[in-house]
C-alpha cells in the first residue's frame, strides 16, 4: 500500500469520529463481572511520548520489502510510543498449538518464546476476543492474572493488547507489558490499535508470500507425483517415493499407506516413511483389526477425511487408547478408493507435536489421494494384462493343437505356434513364406479356395471346416479348423485359427462305415432269427401265463388255507393254556387239602396209642402221601408256605366258619392259643391292626 494512502487512513483512524462509540467504556471480554478495563488509578506515570503523523510517517518511511523486518520497527515504536516495561508481538504458530514471541523490544532474557495459548493474556484478551484493544490497569483484580506464571514471575501489574488478523481471523497481538499500575490513555490505547493493525498488513503480506509459497511447493509435489504415476515400474517403488516426497513437503513425522482387507476386516501398512530420527513401524502394523480404528474407518469408508489436531479430540474408546499408546499425537487420514471399492488410505501423524491440518493441505492430498488410487487401479490392470499376455503366450505355444493366424489378401500365414510346424514337418521360415493353398489335398484346396471366394465376395461362411492336409513328408493328415475372423470394417481380412489333429477320428469314421455296412449284413441275418425265435418264445409266454394264473389261484387258496389254520392254532394254543391252567389249579388245591386236612389229623394220630402193626400203617400213609404231593409241591401256592402247620390247620378251620373255641377244642389247644394263632395269621397276611373280617379276607385270596 502507498505511504501516503496510509497515512490518510491513519488520519481517518485517528480522527474522534472513527473511534469506537464504547471505547472509553470497553470492558474486558474475559472478565464477565464488568470489571473496567481502564481503571482510575492516582498516581499514574506520563506517557513516553505522544502520537503524532509525522513519528508515524517516519516509521512508514523507514519500511522495506521485509516484513519481518517492519514488524520489528513497528515494535520498536510501540515501546517508544506507549507507556510499559515491553513490547511483545506474539502469535500462533502454523499449527495453531503454541504462542510464540515473534519480535519484542526490551523483553526479559528468560521471558518463554514459546508456550501453549491456554491461560496466556495475549491469547485469551486479544486473539479469543471481539477484536477490540484490551487495557488492564490493575492486573491484581483480574481473573486471568490469578494463577498465571507469566504474571506473577515478572511481577506484571497492567496489560494493553489488540489483536494481530490475517484473512479475518485473529492470530496475534501486539502487548504491552508494564511493571507497575498504569491507567493507559485513549491515545496509547489508539496508538496500538493502529499498530496492530500495520502488523496485521505486514503479516498477511508475509504469510501470504508463504501461503504462496508453500502452494507452489504443494503444487510441485502433485506434479512429481503425478508425473511418477504416468511410468510406474515398480509400484512399491512409486508408493515409497510419492509417501517420501508428501512427508517432506508437508513437514510431518511419520507418513503411512495403508490397505483394507474386507474378507478379514483388517488393515496392513503397504508402504511407510519416517523422518529422520523416528524408528520404523511397518512390520508391526500387519492385519490389524480394524475394529480398532472403528470411529476412523467408518469415516474413511464414507469418503471422509479424518482430521485431528490432537488425540484427545477423538471420542474415548479403543481407537483413542490405541493411538496414545502408539505415542500419535496428531493425524490427518485420507481415504483411497479404486472405482467404487474402498482401497485403503493414507495417514499422516505427529508424535511430538499437534498440528492444525489446513484446508489447503486436505484439499491437495484429497487430489493426490486419486492419483494414487488411479496409479494403483492402472497398475493392477497393466499386471493383469501382462499376466493374461503371458498365459495366453503359454498356452498359444504348449497347446495341444495348432493355432496360427492368416492373411486372406497374401494367402499366407502371419504367425504360427510350434504345434502347427512340428505337425506339417516345416521350419517356420518355409512356413510362413509358403501359400495356404500349398498345404491342402486337391479335394481340399478346392474347397478353400470356394471358401475364400464367399469370404471375398462378402457372404457368410461356417466358422468351422475340415480339410486334409499334405505334409512336408508326403503323409497327409486330416484337421478340423475353428476360424476367428478378423473383421476391417465390414470385410474379413483374415482369420486366427485353431486347428485339431481329426486324422485318428477320420479313420475310425472310415472304419465305422464299414463296420456299419458289415453290422447292417449280420443285422438282417439276425432280424430273421430273431423273428422265427420271437414266434416261439410268444407260444411260450402264453403258456407261461396260463400258468402263472393257475399259480396265482393255488397261492389264493393258500393264503385262506394258512389263515384258517392260524386261527384254528390260536384257539388250540387257548385251550391248551386253559387245560394247564385247570391241572396246575387242581395240583394245587389237591397239595393244599393233603397238607390242611390229612396232614394234621394224621400227625395227631401218631400221638395217640397206636400198637406197632398200626404204627407201621400210619408210615406207608405217610410215605405215599409224601410220594404222591412230591411232585406238587413247587405249584404250592406261596401265600400258604409261610405258615405253620397249625396255622395251615387254623386257616382251614376258619375258612370253613369255625369259631375259635370249637378250633381249640378239635385241636385240642386252648382259645387263648387259638387267639394266638389267628393273630400271626393276620400278621403274617399283613392286616395286623386293620378292621378286616379275617374269615371273609382268607375266602378273598382262595
Not at 81 to 109: E, H, K, Q, T
Not at 368 to 394: D, F, K, M, N, Q
Request: hydrophobic residues 35%; contains cysteine; neutral net charge.
Amino acid at each position: 500500500m502507498h505511504v501516503v494512502q496510509i497515512c490518510k487512513q491513519l488520519r481517518d483512524w485517528l480522527s474522534a469520529d472513527a473511534l469506537e462509540p464504547d471505547m472509553k467504556t470497553k470492558r474486558n471480554p474475559v472478565a464477565k463481572k464488568g470489571k473496567e478495563i481502564i481503571n482510575d488509578v492516582s498516581g499514574s506515570t506520563e506517557a513516553q511520548g505522544n502520537f503524532d503523523e509525522a513519528g508515524l510517517g517516519s516509521l512508514l518511511c523507514r519500511m522495506g520489502p521485509d516484513p519481518q523486518k517492519n514488524i520489528d520497527e513497528i515494535v520498536r515504536y510501540a515501546f517508544q510510543m506507549v507507556r510499559g516495561d515491553f513490547v511483545a508481538y506474539c502469535r500462533l504458530d502454523d499449527r495453531n498449538a503454541s504462542m510464540i514471541v515473534d519480535s519484542a523490544w526490551n523483553l526479559p532474557d528468560d521471558f518463554p518464546t514459546r508456550r501453549d495459548p491456554d491461560g496466556l493474556l495475549c491469547y485469551e484478551l486479544t486473539v479469543k476476543g471481539d477484536g477490540q484493544p484490551s487495557a488492564l490497569s490493575d492486573l491484581d483484580q483480574h481473573p486471568l492474572a490469578e494463577n498465571n506464571p507469566i504474571v506473577k514471575k515478572y511481577g506484571l501489574k497492567a496489560y494493553l493488547g489488540a489483536p494481530v488478523s490475517f484473512r479475518g481471523k485473529h492470530i496475534g497481538s501486539l502487548g504491552i507489558g508494564a511493571s507497575s499500575q498504569i491507567k493507559f490513555t485513549e491515545n496509547e490505547i489508539r496508538i496500538v490499535s493502529i499498530l496492530s493493525k500495520l502488523i496485521s498488513l505486514e503479516e498477511n503480506r508475509r504469510q501470504g508470500e508463504a501461503s504462496l509459497s508453500h502452494r507452489l511447493e504443494l503444487e510441485k509435489m502433485l506434479n512429481l507425483i503425478s508425473t511418477r504415476a504416468i511410468r510406474i515400474t515398480d509400484m512399491q517403488d512409486f508408493l515409497d517415493n510419492s509417501l517420501a516426497i508428501m512427508g517432506q513437503t508437508l513437514d510431518v513425522e511419520g507418513a503411512f499407506i495403508w490397505e483394507y482387507d474386507e474378507k478379514s476386516h483388517t488393515v496392513s501398512n503397504i508402504s511407510e516413511w519416517m523422518a529422520e530420527g523416528m524408528s520404523s513401524q511397518i512390520d508391526n502394523l500387519q492385519s490389524i483389526p480394524a475394529d480398532l480404528f472403528s470411529w476412523s474407518m467408518k469415516l474413511l469408508i464414507d469418503g471422509q477425511v479424518v482430521r485431528c489436531s490432537h488425540v484427545d479430540e477423538l471420542p474415548n474408546g479403543l481407537e483413542k487408547e490405541t493411538l496414545k499408546q502408539m505415542g500419535v499425537q496428531s493425524l490427518l487420514g485420507v481415504p483411497l478408493f479404486i472405482g467404487e471399492s474402498f482401497y485403503g488410505f493414507i495417514v499422516f501423524e505427529e508424535y511430538k507435536r499437534n498440528r492444525f491440518w489446513q484446508d489447503e493441505d486436505v484439499d491437495l492430498l484429497r487430489t493426490i489421494s486419486r492419483v494414487i488410487s488411479e496409479a494403483i487401479a492402472g497398475h493392477r490392470l497393466e499386471t493383469a494384462l501382462r499376466e493374461s499376455e503371458t498365459r495366453y503366450r503359454e498356452i498359444v505355444e504348449h497347446a495341444p493343437a495348432g493355432i496360427y493366424e492368416i492373411d486372406f489378401k497374401s494367402n499366407r500365414f502371419l504367425d504360427a505356434n510350434d504345434y502347427s510346424l512340428e505337425w506339417t514337418g516345416y521350419s517356420r521360415q518355409e512356413f510362413l513364406s509358403m501359400p495356404a493353398s500349398r498345404l491342402l489335398t486337391k479335394k481340399s484346396n478346392a474347397l478353400y479356395r470356394e471358401r475364400l471366394a464367399a469370404i471375398r465376395s462378402g457372404k457368410p461362411v461356417p466358422d468351422t471346416v475340415d480339410y486334409e492336409v499334405r505334409c512336408k513328408d508326403g503323409s497327409t493328415r486330416w484337421c478340423k479348423l475353428h476360424v476367428n475372423f478378423i473383421q476391417k470394417g465390414d470385410r474379413k481380412v483374415g482369420a486366427r485359427v485353431i486347428a485339431h489333429d481329426i486324422t485318428a477320428r477320420k479313420m475310425a469314421e472310415q472304419e465305422l462305415t464299414m463296420n456299419q455296412e458289415r453290422l447292417e449284413l449280420l443285422v438282417d441275418e439276425r432280424t430273421a432269427e430273431l423273428t422265427r425265435a420271437n414266434r416261439t418264445l410268444s407260444k411260450e409266454v402264453d403258456e407261461r401265463k396260463h400258468m402263472e394264473t393257475a399259480l396265482r389261484d393255488s397261492e389264493r387258496q393258500l393264503k385262506v388255507e394258512t389263515a384258517r389254520l392260524e386261527e384254528t392254532n390260536a384257539a388250540l394254543q387257548v385251550l391248551l393254556k386253559k387245560r394247564d391252567d385247570d391241572r396246575n389249579e387242581l395240583q394245587e388245591k389237591v397239595l393244599i387239602n393233603i397238607k390242611e386236612l390229612v396232614e394234621p389229623y394224621l400227625r395227631k394220630m401218631k400221638e395217640t396209642d397206636l400198637d406197632e402193626r398200626q404204627n407201621a400203617y400210619m408210615e406207608v400213609i405217610a410215605s405215599n402221601l409224601s410220594e404222591i404231593t412230591c411232585p406238587l409241591i413247587p405249584r404250592l401256592s406261596q401265600k400258604y408256605l409261610k405258615f405253620t402247620p397249625a396255622e395251615i390247620h387254623v386257616v382251614n378251620l376258619l375258612k370253613q366258619g369255625r369259631p375259635t373255641k370249637e378250633i381249640a377244642k378239635l385241636m385240642g389247644l386252648s382259645p387263648r392259643t387259638v387267639e394266638t394263632h389267628r393273630n400271626n395269621i393276620r400278621r403274617k397276611i399283613g392286616i395286623s391292626n386293620r378292621k378286616i373280617n379275617l374269615r371273609t379276607y382268607l375266602q378273598s385270596i382262595q
